[in-house]
């Protein structure tokens, strides 16, 4: 029917024909959409795993059955709209009264069938929401952005440096929108680390989140010369009780709809609100260094991380900062305590990293740190793009190009620092 991938949809319904006759027009060669998710739990039964299920598929349109209660149904409809402004529905059920259409307006509903419901209406509903759902003039439709989640048990490990950094590295290699976000409610330092005064913070995002779009959302998003968007955190420590999981939830599922890539800096804690992060994310990357304080609390939070996150240990991603060869623990070490692969190392640079922070610039846009080197290796593996052709012709770029070779200079290993 169109070029290009399909708009993704998912189905709520307990209804056995009315799931028959969906499942039936979603598929063969002319189908208007692709079935992700079928769900047949009833309304009242729906809880955080079925939730969570659609976070994961990101459906563009769902197919809504209304028939076991309206009020419900409609209630549902207007909690997943907020976690996913651009989304529409096509509802079914009895007849409805004029408030709560006007209601199903409001939420996005698109078109709603009433039963028994005639195969022609329902195909031709769907087509209209595909059509909807297409991209202007053949243009693809946006897919969701990815979240990485940064996240290290132990405080002055450099998970912070470690996302900031690599935040603009992934911007420069991809040149697409790319966010960084700083969920370290209480002590966040990521405008620290960019030498920036944010005009916002994530306060100020919930504040005024009912009323979110593209246009407002820049308004309350600091731009760094970098090229990246920063949401800070609070600069009052104790504002960070105001904001809620489910206030993280939907404002990283807004984010997925506008942004290529969001990185998140999440507090060494295991807080609901640290998990709501990871329950979102594509992978989650955990900072350690090797010590054995770091690794044991690694340790302790692997069963946590593999519970939460929706596809379990295949998206975890072990980082080894300020690695260097002659470490008493070697990386053998670190993964035999831990049962997983290290993913990346960078290397042991701690001189010429809090250099960067003091100075408050980003120590990959301040030269030849064997610390941007191992960046730059780590972004290319997480994007699949290589160093841009610009860059290659600038000093950062021929360092950007040098290969991975995780082996840092001899420096005095220190504990302080973010």
Do not use: C
């Amino acid at each position: 029917m169109t070029d290009g991938p399909l708009a993704r949809a998912a189905l709520i319904s307990t209804d056995s024909t009315f799931v028959g006759q969906v499942k039936q027009l979603l598929t063969g060669p002319d189908r208007p959409l692709t079935l992700e998710l079928e769900l047949t739990v009833p309304l009242y039964q729906l809880g955080e795993q079925q939730i969570q299920a659609l976070r994961a598929v990101a459906p563009e349109l769902i197919f809504l059955d209304l028939e076991e209660s309206q009020d419900l149904g409609l209630q549902l409809a207007q909690y997943l709209v907020e976690l996913n402004p651009a989304q529409l529905f096509i509802a079914s059920g009895p007849a409805l009264s004029s408030e709560q259409l006007l209601q199903a307006m409001r939420v996005g509903v698109t078109d709603y069938l009433p039963k028994p419901v005639l195969p022609e209406d329902l195909r031709a509903a769907a087509l209209r929401s595909a059509q909807k759902l297409r991209k202007p003039d053949g243009e693809k439709q946006r897919q969701p952005g990815k979240i990485f989640s940064f996240f290290s048990p132990k405080g002055g490990a450099g998970s912070t440096t470690l996302a900031t950094n690599l935040a603009i590295l992934i911007h420069r290699f991809t040149k697409t929108k790319t966010l960084l976000v700083d969920l370290d409610l209480e002590l966040g330092e990521s405008a620290l680390v960019l030498g920036t005064q944010p005009r916002f913070s994530l306060i100020d995002f919930v504040e005024n989140f009912r009323r979110m779009d593209a246009g407002l959302l820049a308004s309350y998003i600091d731009h760094h010369a970098s090229g990246i968007d920063l949401l800070s955190a609070p600069v009052e420590p104790d504002k960070a009780d105001s904001i809620t999981p489910e206030h993280i939830r939907r404002i990283l599922a807004f984010l997925r709809q506008h942004y290529d890539y969001i990185v998140v800096d999440t507090p060494r804690s295991f807080a609901p609100s640290t998990l709501a992060v990871f329950e979102q994310a594509d992978l989650l990357f955990v900072v350690g260094i090797a010590d054995l304080q770091s690794l044991r609390n690694i340790q302790r939070g692997m069963p946590l991380f593999k519970r939460v996150l929706t596809k379990g240990e295949e998206q975890i991603r072990l980082i080894l900062n300020r690695y260097d060869p002659r470490d008493t623990v070697s990386v053998e070490d670190v993964e035999r305590s831990l049962g997983i692969k290290v993913f990346w190392k960078v290397s042991n640079d701690y001189e010429a990293v809090t250099s960067s922070v003091t100075a408050g610039k980003p120590i990959v846009l301040n030269g030849g740190s064997p610390y941007t080197r191992d960046l730059a290796g780590l972004a290319a593996q997480v994007t699949g793009k290589p160093v841009d052709k610009s860059l290659q012709r600038s000093r950062l770029g021929r360092i950007l190009a040098a290969p991975f070779q995780g082996v840092g200079k001899k420096s005095k290993r220190q504990e302080g620092g973010k």
